[in-house]
């Protein structure tokens, strides 16, 4: 088996990494790493500095008043010294980013697809290729074209997300920055847009930060997870080994937290009952053509219908 700390083609490599404002960091990261077409999760609380981590990597720490030491490199280039010209040529078109509020990155007074295109070629396309590129991806997040034609108040917050995505991917990003990217959507919009994910990596081996406080995403979604604190990483691995078997008593409490996570947590919480029918329970009726077992679930067991409710 690989080691969990040892992807093998590392496409971003951060290391020594400081972000401060003024005397004060808040972000000290030793170490970390995302490989060619791997998912890592960046999890934490709130103000642990997963997105000023991000807009490090974009180059864009300074616009919010901080300074970045240490080292960032994109397939073996540094680019913590690159100018912004330079930067340019990087950011948005080799690694994209999508954020919390897909609003954010569409001016409500264009179309979305003048601001996709207007990146397109910026970019360097052709205003014809600019055009087949947007429509192609558009599709590739399952959203039709002519949506583009739309302001962004036209679209709800899944579609935005998406043309977000379609974006990244004309672009043939080689690492998304995902910074909460279904936080402010509805459950089932979220679980939509995390299969657009993992449809990324898959066809198009594409590298995804995901950054989330929902560590039931990072379960869902990742090959590994960092656990931000402070502006450290007090521990990363693999994420089946992170979150079943936290090392770090702040990861332990986060894993407690999500109730689903902490039921497969056996070495924090009591393990979950065994699927077999307790002894001093009464046994339930044998059913004629016997469904599987129910796996153990961390949910509340529902309360026998007492209320007229009869199940079919
Ligand atoms: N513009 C800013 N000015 C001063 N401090 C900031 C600014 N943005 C973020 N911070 C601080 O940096 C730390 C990390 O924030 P952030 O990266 O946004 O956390 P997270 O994304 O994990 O919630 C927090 O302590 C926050 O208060
Ligand atoms: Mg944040």
């Avoid at 459950?187 to 993992?198: M, N, S």
């Avoid at 937290?257 to 393990?271: G, Q, S, W």
């Amino acid at each position: 088996m690989k080691p969990a700390n040892l992807p093998r083609a590392q496409r971003l490599a951060i290391r020594d990494l400081q972000v401060r404002f003024g005397g004060r960091q808040v972000v000290g990261i030793d170490e970390f790493s995302l490989g060619a077409a791997e998912i890592v999760g960046l999890a934490g609380e709130s103000g642990s500095g997963k997105s000023m981590t991000t807009l490090a990597v974009l180059g864009l720490a300074h616009t919010v008043g901080a300074t970045v030491r240490g080292s960032i490199r994109l397939d073996g280039t540094e680019l913590t010294g690159l100018s912004q010209r330079e930067l340019l040529a990087v950011r948005g078109r080799r690694i994209a980013a999508i954020f919390q509020s897909p609003a954010m990155a569409f001016s409500p007074v264009f179309k979305v697809g003048s601001v996709v295109l207007r990146a397109l070629r910026l970019h360097g396309m052709s205003r014809a290729d600019a055009a087949g590129a947007a429509a192609r991806a558009m599709r590739q997040v399952l959203l039709a074209p002519d949506l583009l034609d739309r302001y962004p108040a036209q679209l709800s917050g899944g579609q935005l997300q998406r043309v977000a995505i379609a974006l990244a991917l004309a672009l043939r990003a080689e690492v998304l920055l995902a910074d909460e990217p279904t936080s402010a959507l509805d459950v089932t919009v979220q679980a939509e847009v995390l299969d657009l994910l993992r449809g990324l990596r898959e066809r198009e081996g594409m590298s995804v930060l995901l950054i989330s406080h929902d560590l039931a995403v990072v379960a869902e979604l990742c090959d590994r997870v960092a656990i931000m604190r402070g502006g450290a990483i007090v521990e990363q691995g693999a994420v089946g080994q992170v979150l079943s078997a936290p090392q770090h008593e702040y990861t332990a409490d986060l894993v407690a937290a999500v109730p689903r996570l902490a039921a497969e947590a056996a070495p924090i919480l009591p393990a979950p009952p065994a699927p077999t029918t307790p002894s001093d329970a009464p046994a339930p009726p044998a059913p004629s053509a016997a469904p599987p077992p129910p796996t153990p679930s961390s949910a509340p067991a529902p309360p026998t219908p007492a209320d007229g409710e009869v199940p079919e």
